[in-house]
């Protein structure tokens, strides 16, 4: 703390008044001023031009309050000001003048006020010193500054005793170094300049000196030395070394504290405002007494108040006036406690509140230097003008002090002065420089004359008009005919002469005249008012809900004025800007759109929509909000509230703008299936808590997630573990059956029970059987770990009481519950009677049956009926054959099982899917779990006739420009006697036009060709073939035949080999006549090496251009041709080379034989013969004109002997077809003259299958039915009863 300053003498003079004068235009001058009292201080625009202006000194450079020098250090006081004219410098001396010339080592600096004294003469001239800066406007006065001149500080010799104490007595090693007005730095070390270890019982204070709470003989050294640092003159001084001696003892005793530092009982300090207060305790004892600190009058100030050295040291950083009080030190050990109380006091030196400021006043202004200054105790405030006591400076008396202010009014320019105002109090002082510059400058408008400003309707103006003089001058607006613009209630005149006018309406615009004057002189500008239309937005954005991921575009409009050529829209989000970015689609900003892409919760807000122009805006909001998915739950928590119950709390997370409407409990068990969640429970959104109930010996973890309309949230954190112990089971199996699987056995089955129903590690299972009759047995038992259970040797199909119960660890689970079960089975003894057959229609027939059982003789539970039947073949081929054929083995029979009510039993069954007109036998058996027993009497029976099937084949040939011809085979159904067929025609017209009718030919039964002439030619007929019996016609089997001559075999121009691999070939050609399209033919081919047998590739077509052939051997060589199909239906290659897997094509001829002119012509004249011969063997062998029929014998040799035309023209079959052909060519029966075949001796007995048949609420029964195909030779029936059986 500095000693109180003395206040100074009053003394000196200022310089003489400057005489008054006129202030020239030019320089441009800033001067930021406050205002004054009475009077405005006048700021002099930068704008206004002055040549020159005189400006009172203000110092820039001040010396400091106090300088402390050393020997070898100059003493360097600064001091430099502004002003103009150039400033003056002078100084004093304990308050007297200081002429640097008349002492030697002195100097003054030239072009500034700094007073430099010589080292070698600064002891001296030790003083306060004081810088005085003047010029013709007054006399700036700098802060008192106390120079202190030291010499170097040195540590007297002295002669020092040991130290000698007992152990665990108290010890102070004093330091008392030499003093200095800046005091030192303090270190204890050693001789080996090693720091002596501090800590709670060992510590240097304040003061410098080493504190012993207690005295340990480990304490005992030579050279405890102390360092004292003086930082001005970087110096280092240690004390004479002190002996420290403890001498052991063995009555060392313990002491409650005792205070050392401080001494006094209640220490009074006094804290300086903004400064460090720093309060200290240092306590002895004996053990070592630990220190704590407590404020009484309130808490310590937090963040500024620190402990340190061990809690001994309280400090208090940036100390407030509040920090007053008692601050009270506790040392405490086991013997007790000892305190001191710091009465703390706040004081402050003086300091600004509000600081004197420098102003420019014009003539006849009133001027007010406001001088404010804190501090405790209250500073005394003096004023001086010109460095001079006010009361003894000239022109003092027009001066007033009212309170902090000095005041003067009618300012005239020889009241220009600099004003001191200095304040002062025990604790320092503060010294404020001020000037008062009272000038005279004509008016003159700064504001730009002719000025455009424009403005938008129902927004308010306002028009600058810039004005300074001095004295201020009065501002004014006027309309163009000179009247007051104030007069119209919409304007309103601002102090700084500006206008503010509005709400504007259109017809506002024009000129406007301020004019600027004071009693001196005066000016005049005039405005240009421009009014224009207001920006509006015409269809502003609709707030939106969108859901999280989704896409949404918000559309604004907005019309603007037409002259405002600069305008524009722009999008903000929560009134911050939106804008593309190079990096992201996030946003896409059209002329009038806004499009957020992927939005995310993030996303949602306020989004606004901002027309603009450089006039006004206007601005349209909508309300963006996101939706979607809940967030995840969070803190789930756990309350156990009875055993093996609890209860599953939890905090529910984002809703996401859609309400939770329930949140789903998920639970894991961690012994049985670690990892994995399952649904537990549901509950309403509103409800965030669940009771569980819990199962013994589980590990149990716990989830919530919630769920809104947009779906399930993700999942909370799982809960911690929950660890159940073991108990006795709670349940027992389910699905208790006891049954046999053999004649003398039961097999005692259950469902286990699943894990979480264990309630321990393991469970078992305790089964028990007793045969229910008698009743009342004694029980048998197993324990087993998993079933079944076999019992062996027990009667057949004999009743037993069966139980299952659960066991583990723990316990048995509930008394379990008796089911009855059965032994083994046998196959039943007894079989159908009285059965019968009751015709229904053509295909199903009525089956009919007694049964007479019991319990012996079913030796089982009645299961069903099985139904055997087996077909015999045609209702009269056997009476039209000449002699019986061989019997073919039997095949096995069509079974129809029939599954009856509860007890299996039923009636009868109807029959379905049979043939019609065919005969059949069937029998009847019974069926028990064990199987079928033996079948009742046979009986026979045969279905009416009915409708045929379609004729097997039809082929279409043309045989002239309006002939086609017709052969077909018989129907492979007859289902009865054929009594002949229908053939119907139809043109094929032009889709747009009505069809023309369909033509009818009924044709006798032996007909298997006919004729069709005089049709239209190059057209196209569709045709279908009916075959008829006593019942009706049967389908029909249709076919289209043209009359259009098309070439059969494709002319190819080239064939090449376009791609060759290890197993395969790919053939292109392209075709010499591109009309020769959609032509199909083989690809066929062999091996070069091995005997010719050639193999189907497949079948190509003559408009896809290229073929694979596949299938190869790789490295061979194969020989591929093509074969297609001649006019006369033959097979004939026409084209062949040789191919080498994995090689190349081996040169051969480009198109073969077949495709060379000549041989095509050749071909071609051959066709023309054949099919004049054909005609003329048709008309002669015609019957009518009509048709022609021919008898069985040539027919049958016709049809093996002629090659068949494919069904449709311009298409060919397969060789696989051709092979068929012939094949059913060569099975089919001829037909005699007295009629023809119907039927063959195959039967059903080569069709087995098994069908389900349940009653209808009547009582009647249908069967389904299933077949498989036999493989006994002549056998061709079909798989069921429903399908077509072929006709022998």
């Known amino acids: 703390m500095s000693a109180p300053r003395q206040p100074q003498p009053r003394g000196g003079s200022g310089p003489s008044r400057p005489p008054a004068m006129a202030l020239p235009w030019g320089l441009g001058l800033l001067l930021l001023l406050a205002l ?18 005189l400006q009172p000194p203000e110092l820039t450079d001040e010396p400091p309050e106090q300088l402390v020098v050393f020997p070898g250090d100059d003493i360097v006081l600064k001091c430099n000001a502004t002003g103009n004219p150039p400033v003056e410098f002078r100084w004093t001396r304990d308050d007297q003048p200081f002429d640097p010339s008349e002492h030697a080592g002195t100097s003054l600096a030239a072009d500034a006020g700094t007073l430099t004294i010589a080292a070698r003469v600064a002891a001296g001239l030790q003083g306060r010193y004081r810088c005085f800066a003047g010029n013709a406007l007054g006399t700036a006065l700098s802060t008192e500054a106390t120079v202190i001149a030291e010499s170097t500080p040195q540590w007297p010799k002295e002669k020092l005793q040991p130290v000698e104490v007992e152990e665990g007595d108290p010890v102070v090693l004093p330091c008392d170094p030499p003093k200095s007005a800046v005091p030192p730095k303090f270190y204890w070390l050693n001789s080996r300049i090693m720091h002596i270890a501090q800590d709670a019982r060992v510590s240097m204070g304040q003061d410098g000196f080493l504190y012993f709470a207690n005295a340990v003989v480990g304490d005992s050294h030579p050279d405890y030395i102390c360092h004292a640092h003086y930082l001005g003159p970087r110096t280092i001084i240690q004390k004479e070394p002190l002996d420290l001696r403890v001498t052991p003892s063995n009555s060392v005793k313990v002491r409650r504290p005792h205070l050392m530092v401080p001494s006094d009982l209640q220490p009074h300090h006094i804290a300086l405002r903004g400064g460090t207060l720093v309060l200290e305790c240092i306590a002895e004892g004996l053990p070592t007494p630990s220190i704590h600190w407590r404020r009484l009058n309130g808490p310590l100030p937090p963040g500024r108040a620190s402990l340190e050295n061990f809690n001994k040291t309280l400090r208090l950083r940036e100390v407030e006036e509040a920090d007053d009080g008692e601050y009270e030190c506790v040392a405490e050990n086991s013997q007790g406690q000892a305190r001191r109380s710091h009465l703390v006091t706040v004081e402050a030196a003086p300091y600004w509140e509000q600081r004197p ?8 202004e009133a001027a007010r230097l406001e001088c404010e200054v804190g501090g405790r105790p209250p500073p005394r405030i003096t004023w001086r003008l010109n460095g001079v006591p006010l009361n003894e400076a000239p022109g003092g008396a027009r001066w007033a002090p009212r309170g902090g202010s000095l005041v003067a009014s009618g300012l005239e320019p020889l009241d220009t002065a600099v004003a001191q105002c200095e304040a002062q109090n025990p604790h320092g002082r503060l010294l404020g420089n001020a000037f008062v510059y009272v000038v005279e400058l004509p008016v003159r408008i700064l504001t730009a004359d002719g000025g455009s400003y424009a403005a938008v309707e129902n927004q308010t103006v306002l028009l600058p008009c810039r004005a300074f003089g001095a004295p201020t001058p009065t501002v004014e607006w006027l309309t163009p005919t000179g009247t007051p613009l104030l007069q119209d209630p919409r304007a309103f005149a601002l102090t700084n002469g500006s206008l503010r006018f509005g709400p504007l309406s259109r017809g506002d615009g024009g000129v406007l005249i301020c004019r600027a004057h004071n009693p001196r002189s005066s000016a005049q500008i005039s405005a240009h008012l421009l009014v224009r239309a207001a920006t509006r937005i015409e269809e502003p954005p609709q707030s939106a809900t969108v859901k999280k991921g989704e896409t949404v575009t918000f559309r604004c409009v907005a019309t603007f004025d037409p002259a405002l050529a600069t305008h524009g829209i722009q999008w903000l989000r929560d009134g911050q800007p939106l804008a593309e970015t190079a990096d992201s689609d996030k946003y896409l900003v059209a002329e009038e759109t806004l499009t957020v892409a992927g939005v995310d919760y993030g996303d949602q807000g306020t989004i606004g929509c901002r027309a603009w122009t450089p006039l006004d805006a206007a601005l349209a909001e909508a309300q963006l909000r996101v939706v979607g998915r809940p967030g995840p739950v969070w803190d789930p928590q756990v309350q156990e509230v009875g055993e093996r119950r609890i209860r599953l709390s939890w905090s529910p997370g984002e809703e996401h703008n859609s309400p939770v409407e329930k949140f789903v409990v998920e639970e894991e068990e961690g012994f049985f299936s670690p990892g994995r969640f399952v649904e537990r429970l549901t509950v309403p959104g509103v409800q965030l808590w669940a009771p569980l109930d819990l199962s013994p010996h ?32 709670e349940r027992n199996p389910e699905g208790v059956k006891g049954e046999g699987n053999e004649t003398d056995n039961l097999v005692i089955t259950w469902e286990p029970l699943p894990p979480r129903d264990w309630n321990a590690p393991e469970v078992h299972y ?20 998993t079933p079944p259970v076999v019992v062996e040797g027990t009667p057949t199909f004999s009743p037993y009481e069966i139980r299952v119960q659960a066991v583990n660890e723990a316990g048995k689970g509930p008394e379990p519950q008796i089911t009855i079960g059965f032994s083994g089975e046998d196959l039943p003894l007894v079989y159908p009677e009285n059965v019968g057959v009751e015709i229904l229609n053509s295909t199903h027939v009525r089956v009919r049956w007694t049964l007479n059982e019991t319990p012996q003789n079913m030796r089982g539970r009645l299961r069903g009926f099985q139904v055997l039947y087996w077909r015999e073949g045609w209702v009269g081929d056997r009476s039209r054959r000449q002699a019986p054929p061989p019997a073919p083995p039997t095949p096995p029979p069509s079974v129809l099982s029939v599954f009856g009510g509860p007890g299996g039993g039923a009636g009868g069954a109807v029959l379905g899917g049979l043939r019609p007109w065919s005969r059949y036998r069937l029998r009847v058996r019974v069926l028990n779990g064990r199987g079928s027993g033996p079948p009742s009497d046979e009986i026979r029976f045969h279905t009416p006739e009915g409708v045929p099937g379609p004729p097997e084949e039809l082929r279409v040939e043309r045989v002239g420009d309006a002939a086609l011809l017709l052969r077909w085979k018989r129907p492979r159904h007859p289902n009865g006697v054929l009594t002949g067929y229908l053939l119907q025609y139809q043109l094929e017209a032009d889709p747009e036009a009505p069809p023309p009718p369909a033509l009818e030919l009924p044709l006798p039964p032996g007909a298997l060709n006919a004729t069709l002439e005089r049709l239209l030619p190059r057209a196209r007929y569709r045709l279908e073939l009916r075959a008829q019996t006593r019942k009706g016609a049967g389908p029909p089997l249709r076919r289209r035949g043209s009359l259009r001559p098309e070439p059969v075999l494709p002319v190819l121009k080239s064939v090449e080999v376009r791609e060759v691999g290890e197993d395969f070939t790919l053939l292109g050609w392209t075709l010499a006549h591109p009309e020769q399209a959609s032509i199909e033919f083989e690809v066929q081919y062999t091996s070069k090496t091995t005997e010719p047998r050639w193999e189907l590739s497949g079948r190509a077509n003559s408009s ?20 297609g199909r001649n006019h006369s239906g033959e097979r004939v290659p026409f084209w062949e080379s040789v191919v080498l897997t994995n090689g190349t094509l081996v040169p051969g001829p480009a198109g073969g034989f077949a495709t060379e002119g000549w041989f095509i012509g050749f071909v ?16 002669k062998r015609s019957k009518g004109g009509k048709y022609s029929v021919k008898d069985k014998e ?37 037909l005699g003259a007295a009629g023809a075949a119907l039927g063959s001796d195959d039967s059903l007995a080569g069709y087995g299958g098994s069908a389900d048949v349940q009653f209808n609420e009547d009582g009647s029964f249908i069967g389904q039915y299933s077949g498989t195909r036999g493989t006994a030779a002549g056998s061709s029936g079909p798989a069921s009863p429903s399908a077509p059986a072929p006709l022998d």
């Open 36 to 53: 004054g009292g009475p009077g405005a201080a006048l700021t002099i625009p930068q704008e206004y031009d002055l040549p020159e202006l």
């Open 357 to 364: 400021r420098s102003a420019v006043f014009g003539p006849g």
């Open 698 to 729: 589980g590990s149990y973890r716990f989830r919530v997630v919630a769920t809104n309309a947009y779906g399930r949230g993700d999942p909370s954190t799982p809960t911690a573990p929950i660890v159940t112990a073991p108990a006795a089971p």
């Open 766 to 785: 305790r089964v028990q059987w007793r045969p229910r009759e008698p009743p009342g047995g004694p029980w048998h038992e197993q324990t087993v770990g």
């Open 1104 to 1123: 896809l251009g290229e073929f694979r052939v596949g299938a190869l051997r790789p490295g061979t060589a194969y020989r591929v041709q093509f074969v």
């Open 1164 to 1179: 071609s004249a051959i066709v023309l013969l054949l099919l004049l011969l054909l005609i003329l063997c048709f008309i």
């Open 1194 to 1230: 040539d027919t049958q040799a016709d049809s093996e002997a002629r090659p068949m035309k494919d069904e449709t023209f311009g298409e060919y079959r397969s060789l696989e077809s051709d092979g068929e052909e012939k094949a059913s060519g060569s099975s089919a029966r001829s």
